[in-house]
C-alpha cells in the first residue's frame, strides 16, 4: 500500500486494527518511509507489510520507479527506522530458498543449507566456488518475490500500458463500482501476465489493451483461493488470500484507495 495513505490503509485492511502493527511502529514507519523516497530518488514507496521470524520481524518497503511494471527496489528494517536494501538473488538460489520450510529466524545473517540438490548439481556449484548455503536475506526477498507473484493485486483499470510497453499509474482511475468491486474479474495480478495468450478473441472483444494486459483473478487456481468480503457497510471491499493467509487487499469504490499488505509467518 502507498506509504502517504499508510495510517488510513491500515485501518481499513485490516477492519480497523491497524493491522497488528503498534502505535509506536506506526509513527516510526510514517516518519521513515518519506525518507526512503527521498533519500532513494523514488516516484513511489509502497510500504509491503512484514515477515514475523522466532527471534525478531521484517518490515518491508518497496520503491518504485515511474514504470511501475519494472523491477521493484526492495529494503527491509528491524525496527521501522533504519532500512536496508536487498539484492536481488540469481534465478538457482531463488528456486532453493523457496523449498525452504519452517519459519523465519529474525536474523538476516542466519544461514540455511540447501533443501535439495543433487550431488552433480552440489559438485558444479562447489566448483564455481558457490557455497551451499542461503542467507536468510536472499530467502527473505525471493520470498517477497513468490508472494507478489502469486497474490500481489490491483483493480482492473488502476494501471494503463502505454504502446512503448510502460506502465503507469492511471490518472482516470476513479475506482471501482461496488457491485464491479465485488467481482474477482476485476481484479488483476500486478507481475507479468502467463494466461493472456490462452484467450480467445471472443473473450477478448471487450477488452481494452491498455487497460486488460495483467491476468485477473477469476481463474485463479486452486478456485476458491481467494475470499471477497464488503465491510463497514460496503464502504470498504476487502479480498484475503488463502494460498498467502496474511495477505489482505482493500480497495474502497468509487475512489482511488486500495492497497495490500501481508502480515504473516511465511512458514507453510
Given at each position: 500500500?502507498?506509504?502517504?495513505?499508510?495510517?488510513?490503509?491500515?485501518?481499513?485492511?485490516?477492519?480497523?486494527?491497524?493491522?497488528?502493527?503498534?502505535?509506536?511502529?506506526?509513527?516510526a514507519?510514517?516518519?521513515?518511509?518519506?525518507?526512503?523516497?527521498?533519500?532513494?530518488?523514488?516516484?513511489?514507496?509502497?510500504f509491503?507489510?512484514?515477515?514475523?521470524?522466532?527471534?525478531?520481524?521484517y518490515?518491508?518497503?518497496?520503491?518504485?520507479?515511474?514504470?511501475?511494471?519494472?523491477?521493484?527496489?526492495?529494503?527491509?528494517?528491524?525496527?521501522?527506522?533504519?532500512?536496508?536494501?536487498?539484492?536481488?538473488?540469481?534465478?538457482?538460489?531463488?528456486?532453493?530458498?523457496?523449498?525452504?520450510?519452517?519459519?523465519?529466524?529474525?536474523?538476516?545473517?542466519?544461514?540455511?543449507?540447501?533443501?535439495?540438490?543433487?550431488?552433480?548439481?552440489?559438485?558444479?556449484?562447489?566448483?564455481?566456488?558457490?557455497?551451499?548455503?542461503?542467507?536468510?536475506?536472499?530467502?527473505?526477498?525471493?520470498?517477497?518475490?513468490?508472494?507478489?507473484?502469486?497474490?500481489g493485486?490491483?483493480?482492473?483499470?488502476?494501471?494503463?500500458?502505454?504502446?512503448?510497453?510502460?506502465?503507469?499509474?492511471?490518472?482516470?482511475?476513479?475506482?471501482?463500482?461496488l457491485?464491479?468491486?465485488?467481482?474477482?474479474?476485476?481484479?488483476f495480478?500486478?507481475?507479468?501476465?502467463?494466461?493472456?495468450?490462452?484467450?480467445?478473441?471472443?473473450?477478448?472483444?471487450?477488452?481494452?489493451?491498455?487497460?486488460?494486459?495483467?491476468?485477473?483473478?477469476?481463474?485463479?487456481?486452486?478456485?476458491?483461493?481467494?475470499?471477497?468480503?464488503?465491510?463497514?457497510?460496503?464502504?470498504v471491499?476487502?479480498?484475503?488470500?488463502?494460498?498467502?493467509?496474511?495477505?489482505?487487499?482493500?480497495?474502497?469504490?468509487?475512489?482511488?484507495?486500495?492497497?495490500?499488505?501481508?502480515?504473516?509467518?511465511?512458514?507453510?
Amino acid at each position: 500500500m502507498e506509504a502517504e495513505g499508510l495510517p488510513g490503509g491500515l485501518e481499513l485492511a485490516a477492519g480497523g486494527g491497524g493491522a497488528g502493527l503498534s502505535p509506536e511502529k506506526r509513527a516510526a514507519l510514517g516518519a521513515s518511509l518519506p525518507l526512503l523516497k527521498r533519500d532513494y530518488r523514488f516516484e513511489a514507496v509502497w510500504f509491503w507489510g512484514c515477515v514475523h521470524g522466532v527471534r525478531g520481524t521484517y518490515y518491508i518497503a518497496q520503491g518504485l520507479g515511474a514504470d511501475r511494471a519494472a523491477p521493484r527496489s526492495r529494503l527491509y528494517s528491524l525496527d521501522c527506522v533504519e532500512w536496508s536494501l536487498l539484492t536481488p538473488v540469481a534465478k538457482e538460489v531463488g528456486e532453493q530458498a523457496e523449498r525452504l520450510k519452517g519459519r523465519f529466524q529474525g536474523d538476516p545473517s542466519f544461514q540455511y543449507e540447501y533443501a535439495e540438490v543433487s550431488a552433480e548439481d552440489a559438485e558444479r556449484l562447489l566448483e564455481d566456488g558457490t557455497e551451499l548455503v542461503i542467507k536468510e536475506e536472499d530467502r527473505l526477498i525471493a520470498t517477497i518475490d513468490q508472494i507478489d507473484r502469486a497474490v500481489g493485486i490491483v483493480p482492473r483499470g488502476a494501471f494503463v500500458k502505454t504502446p512503448l510497453g510502460s506502465v503507469h499509474e492511471n490518472r482516470n482511475f476513479e475506482g471501482l463500482s461496488l457491485t464491479e468491486a465485488k467481482k474477482l474479474s476485476s481484479y488483476f495480478h500486478f507481475t507479468e501476465p502467463s494466461n493472456l495468450k490462452n484467450k480467445t478473441l471472443l473473450e477478448k472483444a471487450n477488452w481494452d489493451p491498455s487497460t486488460d494486459f495483467l491476468d485477473s483473478l477469476e481463474h485463479d487456481i486452486p478456485p476458491g483461493s481467494w475470499t471477497v468480503q464488503p465491510e463497514k457497510g460496503g464502504a470498504v471491499v476487502v479480498l484475503r488470500s488463502l494460498l498467502w493467509p496474511g495477505l489482505t487487499f482493500y480497495h474502497v469504490p468509487m475512489t482511488k484507495q486500495y492497497g495490500y499488505v501481508y502480515f504473516g509467518t511465511v512458514g507453510r
